[in-house]
């Protein structure tokens, strides 16, 4: 398998018509039984696994291009190309396709796919050749309208391919061409200008070789500008040879590669420039076009690779401090048109190409680039960093590592990154958004890799928390010495706004480097004096930043919040801002509406005791209300350890059957009937009851008992009922069980029926319409007996006017819902 005449490259032709590389192998033709005909099969080199398997299909076109490309399709919409090392190889798979469909190895193409109607069949059949008229100058029109009424027809637009190519009828329309434009014969010219584009819409690679010939081009270009739509002619060849000057910055030493770049160059031009925009029916007839310029594109950037001296001499230059500006800005264009070009590789292709670059030193260059004065240099070698970044993120972070165990912080190459996002001087950062998004890409932890040896996140948050997060947040510190901040401009606030972006994504994903870092650098109250900013989306980055912070619910950022009182810059732009309905307010409510709904106990206790007087006016939204009636259920905990440490007790006999706890007592309650409980309580499984019935009755008629006697003090509270029509207070007994149950407590008319059940004005009265209560599951897999629910956002709102009655003598902290 060392013969590396049938060396190809497998390519298949994608939705973007961009051509994907499916592999390296070595070709052959073999009869295939399962196929039951001579098939072309592909095996890669580097497993011998099979890359392709095609049959030579009779009525299949078969396309050889360059002398190198073999075309064709397998179906409507899945085009293949083998790519051979050598031509040799290539001419021996061609004829053997020759052979197998009985035509002449001479042809580049064994035959068209046609779709026309039988009628135009027949006609075309009936005249196996394509006459064209003489090449003469009175004879254009005729030629023009041939051209244009074979373009329609599969089968009629071969033959004229052939035609042309046979007469060698191209070069005659360029020395015609040349005639015309000595003569100044314009009516010629436009016709000439059909002809070519015509032509071009042949799709033919051998009629594009011929026409991208050194010595053609230009006069082909030349045809293509005298389009009869304008008034004047275009100049493209004058831009061609005056304008666009080829700087040969490390001298090439291969013709063959120099011409290569000519051409293709040329051609691209003709592409983007000279051609008139395709239509939707046009599209696909320029998709030899577009495999051409493809494949040029991947010769150059291969020839190039392989020229070792080049590219040696290519770094040598870019790094050497005696180089001149004016050459090291040429030597960077370059390098950046080069890495332009290898985005049309293939990713194996791309992976040698920069592993390559990597090798001969890119990274240093780049630092040295970096570090200039000039603007467009430094541009320039802003955008081959991103290629770098986008295609291996580890290996940029591998090098700034090693670099720092060397030089100053301030030479790093990250820094001068960070350095010169800050320092950007378009008035819209575009080249610091630019940078940023690298940043963001190389302190992502998702694209950092773990390994048995080294941890590469542990290793690079270390580095980069040392070494350059100082940098970053420099402007920021800066800024934010005082209550307001000290330049409030739009640029500044951009520059703040990217730097707070980056910060906050910081937060999301990494851990307690930046823990340590905000609370030991103090910079959670820094960013908060933004708040204070004139410009809107600065205030809301540095609300996004506190958000953030506060949605880990973490006891560390907790602390440091309410240490340092870091809800006052929030609470005094909410207050400035006054009764405006806008982002900053509904920003400004969500934060607190997340501590409420959260339950987040430290920062509820810390904004109802400091900011409480400041909000309590604030009745638009149940928000801060929401909050006082958690912290006020907080302290009535607090204030009745009594609840809280019954409440374990209960658990504890509920989950720990221990023999010294069953008492006769305790089936008492399991004992009543099914019939005696009321409406709209809910019915235990029998396989709860199996577990449990043995372990509830004693804690509770003795805790029951206790409320009694309490309570039996405060009958003036009891009679003066808040409820007015509202759910009953009740608490809930839950059971952990496959249907998560809910029972209520036990029945007796003091605790479900504070009236009579037919009483006007009674909590009970109809409750036999009413749904069973729901129960409230715990946390974890757990479920306590008495539960007091702290997160049920649908309680809230009975809960406002439970905690002053006291109708029930059950426990008045938290109650559970009853039907009213």
């Not at 490390?250 to 051409?263: A, N």
């Not at 051609?267 to 310029?293: A, G, K, R």
């Not at 409980?677 to 804690?699: I, Q, R, T, Y």
């Not at 709102?797 to 426990?811: F, R």
Request: aromatic share 8%; hydrophobic share 35%; with cysteine.
């Amino acid at each position: 398998m060392t013969d590396t005449r049938r060396r190809v490259k497998v390519y298949t032709l994608n939705e973007d018509r961009q051509w994907d590389d499916r592999g390296t192998g070595h070709v052959s033709s073999a009869y295939v039984e399962r196929l039951k005909g001579t098939s072309l099969l592909v095996r890669a080199e580097s497993d011998g696994s099979l890359l392709l398997e095609s049959k030579i299909n009779p009525n299949t076109a078969y396309q050889k291009q360059q002398d190198t490309l073999i075309v064709w399709s397998e179906a409507e919409n899945y085009d293949l190309a083998l790519s051979f090392q050598e031509k040799a190889g290539c001419d021996e798979i061609w004829e053997k396709i020759c052979q197998v469909q009985g035509k002449d190895p001479s042809v580049d193409i064994t035959q068209e796919v046609v779709d026309e109607s039988e009628e135009e069949r027949f006609d075309d059949m009936s005249s196996p050749g394509l006459e064209l008229p003489p090449c003469e100058l009175n004879r254009l029109e005729d030629l023009a309208e041939l051209v244009a009424s074979s373009l329609p027809s599969p089968l009629r637009r071969e033959k004229l391919a052939l035609a042309v190519e046979n007469e060698g009828y191209i070069r005659k329309l360029l020395e015609l061409f040349r005639v015309c434009e000595d003569l100044e014969n314009h009516e010629g010219l436009h016709h000439l200008y059909e002809i070519i584009k015509g032509i071009f819409l042949l799709n033919r690679t051998a009629l594009f070789e011929v026409m991208f010939s050194e010595e053609c081009i230009m006069d082909v270009i030349g045809c293509l500008e005298f389009d009869p739509v304008l008034p004047q002619p275009r100049r493209h060849r004058e831009f061609l040879t005056k304008t666009a000057r080829f700087k040969e910055v490390i001298p090439i030493s291969d013709p063959e590669l120099r011409q290569k770049i000519h051409q293709t160059y040329r051609v691209q031009y003709i592409q983007d420039m000279v051609l008139p925009t395709p239509s939707v029916f046009e599209e696909n007839m320029l998709s030899t076009l577009h495999s051409f310029i493809f494949f040029n594109k991947v010769e150059i950037v291969g020839m190039l690779q392989d020229d070792e001296k080049f590219l040696t001499d290519l770094f040598a230059q870019l790094t050497d401090e005696a180089t001149e500006d004016d050459k090291r800005h040429e030597l960077v264009n370059f390098l950046k048109e080069f890495c332009a070009f290898s985005q049309t590789l293939q990713p194996q292709n791309r992976d040698a190409f920069f592993k390559t670059l990597s090798n001969m030193g890119i990274l240093p260059a780049l630092e040295v680039i970096l570090g200039m004065d000039d603007v467009q240099v430094r541009g320039a070698a802003t955008d081959i960093f991103s290629y770098l970044v986008e295609y291996n993120p580890s290996m940029v972070r591998e090098f700034v590592m090693q670099e720092s165990q060397q030089n100053d912080d301030d030479i790093l190459l990250i820094n001068l990154i960070i350095e010169h996002m800050i320092c950007d001087t378009d008035p819209e950062l575009g080249g610091a958004v630019q940078l940023m998004g690298l940043l963001r890409t190389l302190v992502d932890p998702e694209n950092m890799l773990a390994t048995a040896n080294k941890t590469e996140k542990t290793e690079f948050l270390s580095f980069f928390y040392k070494h350059c997060m100082h940098v970053l947040s420099a402007p920021l510190l800066a800024n934010t010495t005082e209550e307001k901040p000290s330049k409030d401009d739009f640029q500044t606030s951009q520059l703040l706004a990217l730097i707070l972006e980056l910060l906050t994504f910081c937060v999301e994903h990494h851990t307690y480097h930046i823990k340590n870092y905000i609370i030991n650098k103090d910079i959670l109250r820094r960013v908060l004096v933004l708040t204070a900013s004139q410009h809107a989306f600065l205030a809301l980055c540095a609300l996004r930043f506190m958000r953030r912070i506060i949605g880990l619910k973490d006891e560390f950022y907790n602390r440091y919040i309410m240490r340092n009182f870091l809800f006052e810059p929030v609470v005094k732009a909410f207050l400035s801002n006054g009764s405006r309905y806008n982002l900053m307010n509904s920003a400004i409510i969500e934060m607190f509406e997340y501590v409420r709904v959260e339950d987040v106990k430290s920062l509820t206790a810390h904004i109802v005791e400091n900011y409480w007087k400041a909000l309590e006016d604030v009745d638009y939204v149940q928000t801060f209300k929401g909050l006082k009636l958690r912290y006020e259920q907080q302290r009535e905990r607090q204030d009745n350890p009594k609840l809280d440490s019954m409440r374990s007790i209960l658990r504890n006999h509920r989950f720990r059957r221990d023999a010294r706890t069953l008492e006769d007592e305790e089936e008492m309650w399991f004992n009543t009937d099914e019939d005696d409980l009321e409406d709209g309580e809910a019915v235990v499984p029998p396989s709860d009851k199996m577990k449990s019935e043995e372990d509830l009755m004693d804690p509770i008629s003795k805790f029951m008992e206790r409320k009694k006697l309490k309570d039996s003090e405060d009958k003036e509270v009891l009679g003066k009922s808040g409820l007015s029509g509202r759910q009953s207070p009740s608490f809930k007994l839950s059971f952990s069980g496959s249907t998560k149950s809910s029972l209520s407590s036990p029945p007796s008319s003091a605790s479900l029926n504070p009236g009579s059940p037919g009483s006007p004005g009674s909590p009970g009265s109809g409750s036999r319409n009413s749904p069973p209560a729901a129960a409230v599951p715990t946390k974890g897999a757990l479920v306590g007996l008495v539960d007091y629910p702290d997160d049920d956002d649908e309680e809230d709102e009975e809960e406002e006017e439970d905690v002053e009655s006291k109708e029930d003598p059950l426990p008045p902290s938290k109650k559970s819902k009853l039907s009213s």
